[in-house]
T-cell receptor, first 114, second 114 residues
Framework: GAVVSQHPSRVICKSGTSVKIECRSLDFQATTMFWYRQFPKQSLMLMATSNEGSKATYEQGVEKDKFLINHASLTLSTLTVTSAHPEDSSFYIC??????????FGEGSRLTVL | GNSVTQMEGPVTLSEEAFLTINCTYTATGYPSLFWYVQYPGEGLQLLLKATKADDKGSNKGFEATYRKETTSFHLEKGSVQVSDSAVYFCALSDTQGGSEKLVFGKGTKLTVNP
């Protein structure tokens, strides 16, 4: 099946720094990508919907200036956590939608902010 | 809003045991229902889906029937294998706001012992 890859899979950073997470669709062009956040023992919470070449649509309660999403090409979307703090520590997951409609998920990226 | 309530885990079974993971939903309209599986170290993968009432989704020996009268989509397998050990997520599609999003349950971790 189609593959979506996230990088890095794990990242540890100091409080106040910014971290970028990449999401790539390896064998298809994805006009739409989604970013989720998962807390321990909680469901995946949709953060934003990213469409290639346009601004991301954020879910209610998600800070746009805190979580910067860029979808500059049909195979790459990035999530930048700006001025990260310990409460931003979480598991971030992306998914990409194939033109035919099926969703494929990345492996997830675990962010730990010290 | 739309929501998914999933049986809390973890669930531990012996090989060849019968599996049921309960999932109920709350939704306006007629959502599609999904089960996703996440194997260790991998991204979520679509396991099966059903798009309307009384539809049965099936794959790899797993089955789930879309029950509108009980708003349920319980996952079943007659004889589990060690390789079925994973986290299982129930989800529904939410098309409110003009774009399709997935709403997930919290996930149920299944461990199958030999």
């Amino acid at each position: 099946g189609a593959v979506v890859s996230q990088h890095p899979s794990r990242v540890i950073c100091k409080s106040g720094t910014s971290v970028k997470i990449e999401c790539r669709s390896l064998d298809f062009q994805a006009t739409t990508m989604f970013w989720y956040r998962q807390f321990p023992k909680q469901s995946l919470m949709l953060m934003a919907t990213s469409n290639e070449g346009s601004k991301a649509t954020y879910e209610q309660g998600v800070e746009k200036d805190k979580f910067l999403i860029n979808h500059a090409s049909l195979t790459l979307s990035t999530l930048t956590v700006t001025s990260a703090h310990p409460e931003d520590s979480s598991f971030y997951i992306c998914s990409a939608r194939q033109p035919a409609g099926e969703l494929f998920f990345g492996e997830g990226s675990r962010l730990t902010v010290l | 809003g739309n929501s998914v309530t999933q049986m809390e885990g973890p669930v531990t079974l012996s090989e060849e045991a019968f599996l049921t993971i309960n999932c109920t939903y709350t939704a306006t309209g007629y959502p599609s229902l999904f089960w996703y599986v996440q194997y260790p170290g991998e991204g979520l993968q679509l396991l099966l889906k059903a798009t309307k009432a009384d539809d049965k989704g099936s794959n790899k020996g797993f089955e789930a029937t879309y029950r509108k009268e009980t708003t349920s989509f319980h996952l079943e397998k007659g004889s589990v294998q060690v390789s079925d050990s994973a986290v299982y997520f129930c989800a529904l599609s939410d098309t409110q706001g003009g774009s399709e999003k997935l709403v997930f349950g919290k996930g149920t971790k299944l461990t199958v012992n030999p």
